[in-house]
């Protein structure tokens, strides 16, 4: 493993040293270097530094130049324009490093110098309730956040804050008590599993029933709010049946996270019940420390900036009045246990935007209370809301909330759709068809959510997920099996760095980018910003397209050139597919 410095850095480098040569007095000024359209690089910073200095900028950035050394990498630099230097690369110093990049498993990415441990809370769908597009997109920009951090060699732990507790479960279980066998599963007796499909059609006809006669039944209504306080009381019996719709949900849970390909562990789901022996002792905290106060019977925290649309402050209100606690309490003592228990330096919360008030006020109740501070950073990563074809919030024809699962079994048929026109094309055999269409229209899907900023809304359009054309997984898809099915056709070369040789324009432009990798994952993680990689990616294969109009690599005249344009595809490849998979994206190898 040897991380590589890209291009970009080094020649940053050199100018730096040139800076400082050709002004001492300029200390470590950023010489402000960018990629650029009329040369490889363009550095910027000369004219602030002759602002600052009061020089003339065309003069400084002339001994700037003089003044860095000879070396291998700088093939150019041309004073232009008020005082700009555009700089060129030489293509041996691309290749060259690229070579380096090629012989490194992790394609020469550092790790981050300043790595900690990142708790983070994503993927939290709740017990007996359908999972929708909302938990789809926690679970598919969390799951990428924690790829590419673990890729960064942060230490990752994973949470998944299920929704399993609260005073629906009184109603619930109680119902059950009065219907014992409406969790049974068909096979009753077997020890055939019942799919989530099942697990979760008994859930909700459970729900609907139970809700219908809390609704209607006075008695019922009763009996169901004992149940609650027998819950909370921990009540073996209660306790048990309580388990039994957490493991039936799991079930549903876990059928819909295979379906997205998605590694979900068990010890990593620590629901809201998790914390129930911490709640009493965060709320004593925070009243003894003055971080919460009494009013009106509540236990509440305040903040000047949280006011209602009566211009009355709103409080987080961690502890109700009847004493019961709610979603506050829960968060606030799931920060102190990730604090104290875990080790985290950093808490991530992969939540919908419509929680961030939410989400502020706990934060700021916690760094009250010394939970989070200079060493313990919490950060929500927002996301906005899916909306249908028409920019509406998306809804079926009937206004309801869409089932997950609909969605994406309508992905996969219409990617299947799409492989398999293909099909004799690519010679793939009918599972291969189908394999495919489960990693197409998965991908698209996840592509689709990954592609634009996390806190936008986004338009879940399956004709444009799927399209072959466009900044669509499939698309990327096809970059990555086109290159490969090119190395299995050529049989009388190997992928092979020749330096020597001078590069075309699409083989600069490619080679120049995928250099950036290393420097673009840096940044992903650094923002959280996932959409920045499918950008770069895209760049990548539209780089790839590119090149292939204009350097043929079949029907190269040379052998040294076929060799060296096997090398750059193969890098790209391999690019591709690291950069998918850190997306939680397959590449299959035809297509
Ligand atoms: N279960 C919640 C929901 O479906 C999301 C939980 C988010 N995480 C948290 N720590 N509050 O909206």
């Not at 055939?192 to 499909?197: H, I, L, P, T």
């Not at 019940?273 to 003894?288: A, H």
Request: glycine share 6%.
């Amino acid at each position: 493993m040897a991380s590589v410095p890209s291009l970009a850095s080094t020649v940053q480098q050199r100018l730096a040293e040139g800076l400082s040569a050709a002004l001492p007095e300029a200390g470590s000024a950023d010489p402000l270097l960018r990629r650029s359209d009329r040369a490889d690089f363009q550095a910027n910073g000369i004219l602030a530094l002759a602002k600052q200095l009061k020089g003339n900028p065309r003069e400084l950035a002339t001994k700037v130049v003089e003044a860095i050394p000879a070396n291998d990498v700088l093939q150019d630099i041309e004073v232009s324009g008020p005082g700009f230097l555009n700089i060129t690369v030489s293509d041996a110093a691309i290749v060259n490093t690229l070579a380096a990049r090629a012989a490194d498993d992790r394609l020469g990415v550092p790790f981050n110098a300043s790595a900690g441990t990142t708790v983070i809370d994503y993927a939290q769908p709740n017990v007996a309730k359908e999972m929708h597009v909302g938990h789809l997109r926690s679970a598919v920009i969390g799951a990428a956040m924690v790829e590419i951090l673990e890729f960064t060699g942060e230490t990752v732990v994973r949470r998944h804050h299920i929704g399993d507790w609260g005073t629906q479960f009184g109603m619930l279980i109680q119902y059950l008590i009065e219907h014992p066998h409406e969790l049974d599963h068909k096979e009753r007796g077997t020890d055939v599993e019942v799919s989530g499909e099942e697990a979760m059609s008994n859930l909700n006809r459970l729900y609907k029933a139970s809700r219908a006669l809390f609704d209607s039944d006075e008695e019922f209504k009763t009996r169901a709010r004992a149940r609650v306080v027998d819950l909370q009381a921990g009540d073996e019996e209660t306790l048990a049946l309580w388990q039994r719709f957490v493991d039936e949900s799991k079930i549903y849970f876990y059928s819909v996270f295979e379906k997205l390909d998605m590694d979900i562990r068990d010890p990593d789901i620590v629901g809201e019940s998790g914390y129930n022996d911490m709640l009493q002792e965060t709320c004593s905290l925070l009243e003894e420390s003055g971080v919460a106060v009494r009013s009106e019977g509540a236990l509440c925290v305040f903040f000047d900036d949280v006011k209602g649309p009566d211009g009355n402050p709103v409080p987080l209100i961690v502890q109700k009045s009847d004493g019961g606690f709610g979603y506050a309490a829960t968060d606030l003592s799931a920060i102190r246990d990730r604090v104290r228990n875990l080790k985290a330096s950093t808490l991530l919360y992969v939540v919908d935007a419509r929680q961030s008030l939410h989400f502020k006020m706990v934060f700021e109740t916690a760094r009250r209370a010394g939970w989070l501070n200079d060493e313990v950073k919490a950060h929500q990563l927002a996301f906005g809301t899916v909306l249908g074809k028409d920019g509406k919030p998306f809804k079926t024809r009937e206004g309801e909330t869409v089932r997950l699962v609909d969605l994406l079994d309508e992905a996969i048929e219409r990617a299947t759709a799409v492989v398999s026109e293909k099909k004799e094309k690519a010679g793939l055999t009918d599972e291969e068809v189908v394999e495919n269409g489960r990693y197409v229209g998965i991908g698209a899907v996840k592509y689709a959510d990954l592609s634009t900023s996390a806190v936008r809304d986004y338009k879940f359009d399956l004709d444009q997920m799927v399209s072959l054309n466009g900044d669509t997984s499939v698309y990327l898809q096809y970059a990555y099996a086109r290159i490969q099915s090119i190395k299995r056709n050529v049989t009388d070369a190997e992928p092979a760095a020749h330096p020597e040789l001078e590069l075309a324009p699409a083989e600069r432009a490619l080679g120049l980018h995928l250099d950036q990798f290393g420097a673009t994952l840096a940044e992903v993680a650094e923002e959280y910003a996932p959409h920045k990689l499918a950008a770069y990616l895209y760049q990548l294969a539209s780089h790839l397209t590119a090149f292939y109009d204009q350097c043929p690599v079949m029907k190269a005249e040379t052998r040294e050139l076929k060799e060296n344009r096997l090398f750059l595809v193969d890098l790209t490849a391999r690019t591709l597919h690291q950069g998918m998979a850190l997306l939680g994206i397959r590449t299959p190898e035809r297509l």
